[in-house]
């Protein structure tokens, strides 16, 4: 089933458009890799699937009623600034945010995610004195906790050592066996994307690629750098 289709898509900045005709479908407990060269605007699809940036032509369209939508980021700087166990950065996913007062389904949540994510035994470690994999499994719970029906990774693995990234992948790959959870994430990292993606859109400054990732031509890609366009 799709859950997500983009037909035509196109976005211009000025005189200048990053891409055009650009056609694309996320599936239902699929894995999706938006790829691409630096600058071509993988982040600023994403944007307009956060429907934080408008198209300039085509449509994003959900295919029932719009999903919880979560996102996470490569890094937050903010998380620095939280004084707080892991487990209670967790729960800010929650509308209320963090309270000491939580439900007991609130409660159960938060143990299953922190189970889910492998944060028990780290659930008391201040999120500011975790490493940079602890963090990142952190912020993926946050977002897992309200069960959305779509997960946004956007480059979640680039800060990340060899072990960590696949801890962390496999982590979404056991949610998403388990939940009715469609993925899209934008990625550099080639083994990364071979072994968990299952679909990939290639943007070009022409238009784009799409199709499953077996079928990739992985001399089109730039691998090992980084963009935010």
Known sequence: MTVLTGTDVGIKFGQRWLYRHVNF????????????????GKTTLIRAILEKQKLTEGQLNWTNQK??????????????????????????????????WQTKAE??????????????KLANRRIDRASGGERQRA?????????????????ATANLDNVAKYELMDVVRHYRDHHQLSIIMI??????????????LLLKPDGSEFGEVKDLDVTQLEVGNQDHA
């Open 187 to 200: 990625s550099h990292d080639l083994e990364i994307i071979q072994e968990y993606a299952d679909d990939y």
């Open 25 to 40: 479908e996320l599936r239902n407990q699929r894995v999706l890799a938006v790829i691409g060269d630096n600058g071509v």
């Open 67 to 100: 999903p919880v939508v979560r996102y996470v980021p490569q890094e937050r700087p903010d998380a620095q600034d939280f004084p707080l166990r892991i487990s209670e950065f967790v729960s800010l996913s929650f509308d209320q945010g963090w309270q000491p």
């Open 139 to 155: 912020y993926l719970a946050q977002a897992l906790l309200v069960n959305p029906g779509v997960l946004i990774l956007d480059e």
């Open 107 to 120: 409660k159960a949540q938060i143990a299953h995610i922190l189970e889910d994510t492998n944060l028990v």
